[in-house]
């Protein structure tokens, strides 16, 4: 029998790669995002793609979604927990109440949520057990300037991730986190042209391939192994001594 993977924010950037190297692999992959056109476009009609719209912060679409995949598949081996947006970049007092709670909505809710449907899956279904691997961010670990919304819920998810692993040890239930440094999405590509247009640095980046492969390593692992924590990222981009 195929292996299942659920993956959110699959319509774009790393959940999209993450999501055809998958498909390609010939696992049973849930595509969960808001827009069902893009996702249509990674499924590009594939028997084993499950096309999944829906909003990660509404906690009735989010089980929804997963009660559907499972119904499909039988059960639920993988949910990579990826969807996330940045959020405006400033200072904290130049950053608008509305904009911190839909970054914490969607980074940290929306996890949070996507974490709770899998963790029930995986708990309930027989043979018990699975493995969540939680999408963290170099900001987990050192922020980006400007970066006050983003990386306080990239901190949140360290210590989601932490409080999985230990609650899911009853119960075959894995949790890790990977944390990814400028690989090339759409929305790297962007800030690059921007900085080159306005005559800024370019942060080195890594081809999005990679962060998809470590994914996809973590993911493979047997039962009794588990990847707690795995830093990809482009070899000389500042992480390491920045601040």
Not at 37 to 42: C, F, G, K, S
């Amino acid at each position: 029998m195929a292996k299942t993977i659920l993956i959110t924010g699959a319509s774009s950037g790393i959940g999209a790669a993450v999501a055809r190297l998958f498909l390609n692999d010939g696992w049973q992959v849930g595509l969960l995002a808001r827009r069902q056109d893009r996702l249509e476009t990674v499924a590009e009609g594939r028997p084993n793609a499950h096309v999944l719209p829906a909003d990660v912060t509404d906690a009735n679409a989010v089980d929804a979604a997963f009660r559907q995949f499972t119904a499909m598949t039988g059960r639920l081996d993988v949910l990579f927990n990826n969807a996330g947006m940045f959020g405006q970049q400033a200072p904290i007092d130049e950053i608008s109440v509305e904009n911190w709670e839909q970054v914490m909505l969607v980074n940290l809710h929306g996890m949070f949520l996507c974490a709770r449907a899998a963790f029930r899956q995986m708990r309930q279904q027989q043979p018990q057990g699975g493995r969540i691997i939680n999408n963290g961010s170099i900001s987990a670990h050192n922020p980006r300037p400007g970066s006050v919304c983003y990386t306080t819920t990239k901190h949140a998810i360290t210590g989601l991730t932490k409080s999985l692993s230990l609650d899911g040890r009853p119960y075959g239930i894995a949790c890790g986190q990977i944390d990814i440094g400028n690989a090339r999405t759409e929305l790297v590509e962007e800030l690059t042209a921007r900085l080159e247009a306005e005559g800024k640095p370019v942060q080195p980046t890594m081809d999005v391939r990679h962060a998809a492969e470590a994914v996809q390593h973590m993911a493979n692992l047997p039962p009794e192994a588990n990847m707690q924590w795995l830093t990809v990222m482009a070899t000389t981009m500042p992480y390491i001594g920045r601040g």
